[in-house]
C-alpha cells in the first residue's frame, strides 16, 4: 500500500512517520541538534551534515505537507512570511512582475509592496475573484499570479482552476496561499496551481502555540526557462536559511495528525455562527463561502470540501462600535492569528491589516473577523449576542 492509495487522515499520522528505527518510537523524536557526525569526508549518514540544509524531524513535516497537498516537495519554514519571501526570491529577479489579490493578507502585500518593490519586482492588484480581472492584470514581464483563496479577511473565493489556466498562458507560475482552507479543505495542486504556500502556525498547527511556514510545490513545476521551480526553492531555502527549527517543526506534525478533525468542528461551528450572525439586527453584512448568496459560492462549492472556520461581518455603527465589540466579548478571545482550537475575534482595520491603511487594499472599518474554534457552538453564540446586543 503506497501513500497514493491512503485517505486525507492516513497520509497525516503517517506520511513520514515511519517508527523510529532504533527504538521503535511511533512518534518521530525531536533532533534537536545543529550538526552529524561523518563518516570519512563526505560520507554523510542520511544525507544530514548541518541542520540548517536538513533535519530529520522537518523532513518528517515536509513529506507529510506534500503528501496532504499533493506535491512534489515541500518546504518548512520559520513562518509563513519566511516561506513567501524565499518562494518570491527563488522565482523573481528585479525586473518581473507579479499580480496580488485586491483582498490581500496585510503582512504579505507589505511583503510585496515595501520590500520586494523596492528591491526591483513590481506588482499590480487585480481582484482574484473575477478571472478577467486577473487576465488584464497580467504583462509581459509577469512572472506570477499569487493568489488567496478564501481572501483574507473578506473571504473572496478566486477559481483555481480557471486562474491557473490564464496564468499558464502567460507562461508565469500560480502560487495559492492555502492557509485559510487548509490542505483538508482544498488542494489547489490537483487545481492547476504551481506552488501552494501556508502559515503553519494556523490550521496545521492548530493549537497557537507555533510559528512557522510551508511551501510545496507541484510535481514538475518548471519556471518560463525551463527550471525547475522544486530545485530553486531548495536552493534558496538552505541559502537563506529561514527554516523551521526541530520543535516548531515537530509541533507542526502534531497538530497534522487531528486536521481533518479539527477542520470538520471548524466548519460546523461556523455555519452555526453564520446562522446566528445573519438574523442580528446590528450586522449589516455576513461574509462567508458557504452562503447561497456569497459571489463565488458555486466556485467554492466546487473547489472547496467544505467552506472552512472563517467568518468575517460589519456592524451598524461604523468602525468605533466594531472596534468596541472586538473589545466586549468574553469567551472569544481578541487578538490576531486564526486557525486555532479557540475561537478569535480582531478588527482587521486596526490589527491584521492595518499596514494596507490608505492603499487600495484597505479593509472596511466596520469589519470584523472571526476565527471560529471548537469550543461548544451555543457558547460562542450566547458571547457574540452579548456583544452585540449591547453595542449595536
Wanted: proline content about 6%.
Amino acid at each position: 500500500m503506497t501513500l497514493d492509495d491512503l485517505g486525507f487522515s492516513s497520509r497525516a499520522i503517517h506520511a513520514g512517520q515511519e517508527p523510529d528505527p532504533t527504538t521503535g518510537a511511533v512518534v518521530p523524536p525531536i533532533h534537536q541538534v545543529s550538526t552529524y557526525k561523518q563518516d570519512g569526508v563526505g560520507g554523510l549518514r542520511g544525507g544530514y551534515e548541518y541542520s540548517r540544509s536538513a533535519n530529520p524531524t522537518r523532513a518528517a513535516l515536509e513529506e507529510c505537507i506534500a503528501a496532504l497537498e499533493g506535491g512534489e516537495r515541500g518546504f518548512a519554514f520559520a513562518s509563513g512570511l519566511a516561506g513567501e519571501d524565499t518562494v518570491l526570491r527563488a522565482l523573481l529577479v528585479p525586473g518581473d512582475h507579479v499580480v496580488v489579490p485586491s483582498d490581500a493578507y496585510g503582512g504579505t502585500y507589505r511583503l510585496f509592496n515595501r520590500v520586494l518593490k523596492p528591491w526591483g519586482a513590481d506588482h499590480s492588484i487585480a481582484t482574484v475573484a473575477d478571472v478577467e480581472s486577473v487576465r488584464a492584470a497580467i504583462r509581459p514581464e509577469t512572472r506570477m499570479v499569487w493568489v488567496e483563496t478564501p481572501t483574507n479577511p473578506l473571504l473572496g473565493i478566486a477559481d483555481i482552476a480557471a486562474i491557473a489556466e490564464v496564468t499558464h498562458e502567460a507562461g508565469a507560475l500560480l502560487v495559492v496561499d492555502n492557509t485559510f482552507a487548509s490542505p483538508y479543505l482544498q488542494n489547489p495542486i490537483a487545481l492547476g496551481a504551481d506552488v501552494v504556500v501556508h502559515s503553519t502556525t494556523k490550521y496545521a498547527g492548530g493549537h497557537s502555540d507555533v510559528v512557522g511556514g510551508a511551501v510545496v510545490v507541484a510535481p514538475g513545476a518548471r519556471t518560463r526557462d525551463g527550471e525547475s521551480v522544486t530545485e530553486r526553492v531548495a536552493f534558496h531555502q538552505n541559502s537563506m536559511g529561514a527554516v523551521a527549527g526541530p520543535f516548531d517543526a515537530w509541533l507542526v506534525l502534531r497538530g497534522l495528525k487531528t486536521l481533518a478533525v479539527r477542520m470538520e468542528r471548524h466548519c460546523d461551528n461556523a455555519e452555526t455562527v453564520v446562522d446566528f450572525l445573519q438574523s442580528h439586527p446590528g450586522v449589516t453584512a455576513v461574509h462567508y463561502p458557504g452562503l447561497p448568496n456569497h459571489p463565488n459560492h458555486d466556485i467554492a462549492a466546487r473547489q472547496m470540501k467544505r467552506f472552512g472556520g472563517m467568518v468575517a461581518f460589519r456592524v451598524k455603527g461604523g468602525e468605533d462600535v466594531a472596534a468596541k465589540v472586538c473589545g466586549e466579548t468574553e469567551l472569544w478571545t481578541l487578538g490576531e492569528s486564526l486557525g486555532g482550537v479557540e475561537s478569535l475575534i480582531e478588527h482587521p482595520g486596526r490589527m491584521t491589516h492595518a499596514s494596507v491603511a490608505g492603499t487600495e487594499l484597505e479593509v472596511p472599518g466596520d469589519l470584523i473577523r472571526l476565527s471560529v474554534g471548537i469550543e461548544d457552538a451555543p457558547d460562542l453564540i450566547a458571547d457574540l449576542r452579548q456583544a452585540l446586543d449591547r453595542l449595536t
